[in-house]
């Protein structure tokens, strides 16, 4: 069973326009949240995170929401460059943890087309 | 500044064969962790370590085994490599305590089991 879902294998964005990721997760023990950002034969990149005591968090062009009761979140970028097509992972985790890892969606392929 | 790498970046092998993925990382994280991609899984969690001479087991261990003797290595071992261990391991790491839940990602080992 899917803890961490992102439904949309791909999306087609205009550039300049704002693209939206959706993702969505199961476990209500999950309270920090991280989006990554993967190119064809490199490793995940870090974008941004946002912990569960907070809304909202900013970073240039990329924010995040969370809406806790409806265990979900949505990366913004804004606006959408050439550069920003790739592979977008969603991960969560119980940050009180300890060394657990990352539990990743599937990604959405973002495609950004001039 | 190196931060994390693993080799070889590519490997083919065959059924059966002992198969060692190596990560190495320059940070002095506490924590390291081994991936695996897979089409359709997004990134599983293989194995993780806490500190030296400290691991423990993730989603998909099976087949698998892993060292940490000191914090700078953390080698993955197929012991008996199989045509479903074809994928692509990604090695992390984390810092401990206040660098939160953020991992950094190594660029990767395409592994190919004939």
């Known amino acids: 069973d899917q803890q961490v879902k992102q439904n949309s294998p791909s999306l087609s964005v205009q550039e300049g326009r704002i693209s939206i990721l959706n993702c969505d997760y199961t476990?209500?023990?999950?309270?920090?949240f991280l989006w990554y950002k993967k190119y064809p034969a490199e490793g995940p990149t870090f974008l941004i995170s946002i912990s569960s005591i907070k809304d909202k968090n900013e970073d240039g062009r990329f924010t995040v929401f969370l809406n806790k009761s409806a265990k979900h979140l949505s990366l913004h970028i804004v606006p959408s460059q050439p550069g920003d097509s790739a592979v977008y992972f969603c991960?969560?985790?119980?940050?009180?943890?300890?060394?657990?890892?990352?539990?990743f969606g599937k990604g959405t392929h973002l495609i950004i087309q001039p | 500044d190196a931060g994390i790498t693993q080799s070889p970046r590519y490997k083919i092998t065959e059924t059966g064969r002992q198969v060692t993925l190596m990560c190495h990382q320059t940070?002095?994280?506490?924590?390291m962790f081994w991936y695996r991609q897979d089409l359709g899984h997004g990134l599983r969690l293989i194995y993780y370590?806490?500190?030296?001479?400290?691991?423990d087991k993730g989603e998909v261990p099976d087949g698998y085994v892993v060292s940490r003797s000191k914090t700078e290595n953390f080698p993955l071992t197929l012991e008996s490599a199989t045509r479903s261990q074809t994928s692509v391991y990604f090695c992390?790491?984390?810092?401990?305590?206040?660098?939160?839940?953020?991992?950094?990602f190594g660029p990767g080992t395409r592994l190919t089991v004939l």
């Open positions: 991960a969560a985790t119980e940050s009180g943890g300890g060394a657990d890892g990352l539990t």
């Open positions: 992390a790491s984390r810092l401990a305590g206040g660098g939160g839940d953020t991992q950094y």
């Open positions: 940070w002095s994280h506490s924590y």
């Open positions: 476990n209500s023990m999950f309270d920090y």
């Open positions: 370590s806490a500190a030296a001479d400290i691991t």
